[in-house]
C-alpha cells in the first residue's frame, strides 16, 4: 500500500471554521470587485487567527 | 462549542500503481481526505502514512518539501494558479523551488508540457491567452513537472467540454499506465467505470465502501444513492435484464457486452 490511513479524524475547529468562512467570503469579494467596509472587519478578524 | 467533524475515525487504503476514484455527496469529506495525503492538512485524530512518511494527530510533521514533492495536487480549477507570464515560466516555478537549475528546470518543463499535449509553441504565450483546457494542461503540467509518484486529482474535469474531459482522462490514465499512482475526486460514475481499478465511497465523514471498481458496480447499489448518475452501460445492463435477455450480467466493458448478448442469442 502506497497509502495507509488508521482512524483519521479531521475536526474543524471553530477558529478554522471561522476563518475559512470569512476568507471564502473576502475571496468572493475579491472575484467579484465588491470588498467593502463589512469586509475589512472581516478581515481584521480573522487574519490574526489565520496568521 | 461549535465544530465540525469532516472526517470520521476513517481506515483505508490506496495500493501503489492503481487508479482509485474516491466518490461521494458533496460534504462527504472527500477533499479533506486528500489534502492529509500531502499534509496540507495534519489530522485531529489517528494517522496515515504515505509512501514510509508518518503523519499523526498530536505531532508535528517535519521535513515537508519531500512529501510535497511525492504527492502532486490538482486543486478544482488549477488553471486559477496560474501566474507567470509565459507558460514555461509557469512550468518551470515548481523544479525551481524544488532546487533544479535553470536549464534543468526548463528540460523537466518542456517534458511536462509535451506531456500534456502542449507543444514549443505554447513555451512564450501568456497562459491568458489560452482556453480553459488548454490553462487546465499547464496548471496540470506544473505538478507532473515535480515528477509526483501520487498524482491527487479534485474533480479534474469538472467545467470541460465532453470532448475537453475525455482527453484530459485519456492523459491520467496514460499516466498511470507509466506507474502514477492516481487518487482521483469525481461524481461522475462513467469516469469511474472506464478508468478506475479501485473505489472509495465516502458518505458524512465515514468510508462506505472500499474496493475494486467491479465489486463497487456488480456487488453494491451504492452507484445507485448518493445523488450519483448511473453510467449508461448500467442502465442498459438493468434495460437487458427487465427484457429477460441473457448477457454476462456482470460485465463492465461495453463490447464484452455486445459479445455476450450475440453469445446468448446463439445459446437461446
Same mark, same amino acid.
Given at each position: ?21 470569512? *476568507? ?9 470587485? @465588491?470588498?467593502?467596509?463589512?469586509? $475589512? ?11 | 462549542?461549535? &465544530? ?17 476514484a474516491?466518490i461521494? &455527496?458533496?460534504? @462527504? ?10 499534509? /496540507? ?15 499523526? +494527530? ?8 519531500? *512529501?510535497?514533492? #511525492? =504527492?502532486? /495536487? ?7 494558479? *496560474?501566474?507567470?507570464?509565459?507558460? *514555461?515560466? %509557469? ?5 525551481? $523551488? ?8 526548463? %528540460?523537466? &518543463? ?7 499535449? /502542449? ?6 504565450? @501568456? ?11 499547464? +496548471?496540470?503540467?506544473?505538478? /507532473? &513537472?515535480?515528477?509526483? #509518484?501520487?498524482? =491527487?486529482?479534485?474533480e479534474p474535469t469538472?467545467?470541460l467540454?465532453p470532448?475537453?474531459s475525455a482527453?484530459m482522462m485519456a492523459?491520467?490514465q496514460?499516466? $498511470? ?7 482521483m475526486?469525481t461524481h461522475d460514475l462513467n469516469h469511474v467505470l472506464n478508468y478506475a481499478?479501485?473505489v ?7 468510508? =462506505?465502501?472500499?474496493? @475494486?471498481k467491479?465489486?463497487f458496480f ?5 452507484h445507485?444513492?448518493?445523488?450519483l448518475v448511473k453510467p449508461p452501460l448500467l442502465e442498459l445492463r438493468?434495460?437487458?435484464?427487465? #427484457? ?8 463492465l466493458d461495453l ?14
Amino acid at each position: 500500500m502506497i497509502i495507509d490511513v488508521e482512524k483519521l479524524s479531521y475536526e474543524y475547529s471553530p477558529n478554522s471554521v471561522f476563518a475559512y468562512h470569512a *476568507l471564502k467570503e473576502v475571496t468572493t469579494s475579491i472575484k467579484e470587485g @465588491s470588498l467593502n467596509y463589512p469586509m $475589512n472587519i472581516h478581515l481584521t478578524r480573522c487574519l490574526p487567527i489565520m496568521l | 462549542m461549535f &465544530a465540525y467533524h469532516a472526517l470520521k475515525e476513517v481506515t483505508t487504503s490506496i495500493k501503489e500503481g492503481s487508479f482509485t476514484a474516491i466518490i461521494g &455527496a458533496t460534504g @462527504s469529506g472527500k477533499s479533506t481526505l486528500v489534502q492529509h495525503f500531502n499534509a /496540507l492538512v495534519t489530522p485531529t485524530g489517528g494517522s496515515l502514512v504515505v509512501d514510509g512518511k508518518r503523519i499523526s +494527530a498530536n505531532e508535528k510533521v517535519k521535513e515537508l518539501k519531500p *512529501l510535497r514533492k #511525492k =504527492v502532486g /495536487l490538482v486543486f478544482q480549477f488549477p488553471e486559477y494558479q *496560474l501566474f507567470e507570464e509565459t507558460i *514555461l515560466k %509557469d512550468v518551470m516555478f515548481g523544479p525551481l $523551488n524544488f532546487g533544479a537549475t535553470q536549464i534543468e528546470a526548463q %528540460d523537466i &518543463a518542456q517534458e511536462s508540457l509535451n506531456r500534456v499535449g /502542449l507543444d514549443s509553441s505554447f513555451y512564450e504565450r @501568456s497562459p491568458l491567452e489560452l482556453s480553459g483546457g488548454q490553462k487546465r494542461r499547464v +496548471a496540470i503540467a506544473g505538478i /507532473l &513537472a515535480l515528477r509526483p #509518484k501520487i498524482l =491527487v486529482l479534485d474533480e479534474p474535469t469538472a467545467g470541460l467540454d465532453p470532448e475537453g474531459s475525455a482527453s484530459m482522462m485519456a492523459l491520467f490514465q496514460d499516466l $498511470n499506465k507509466s506507474k502514477t499512482t492516481i487518487v482521483m475526486i469525481t461524481h461522475d460514475l462513467n469516469h469511474v467505470l472506464n478508468y478506475a481499478t479501485d473505489v472509495i465511497m465516502l458518505d458524512q465523514g465515514s468510508v =462506505v465502501f472500499e474496493g @475494486s471498481k467491479d465489486d463497487f458496480f456488480n456487488e453494491t447499489n451504492l452507484h445507485e444513492g448518493y445523488g450519483l448518475v448511473k453510467p449508461p452501460l448500467l442502465e442498459l445492463r438493468s434495460y437487458l435484464k427487465a #427484457k429477460n435477455i441473457t448477457f454476462d450480467d456482470h460485465t463492465l466493458d461495453l463490447d464484452k457486452l455486445a459479445r455476450s448478448i450475440k453469445e446468448g442469442q446463439r445459446h437461446d
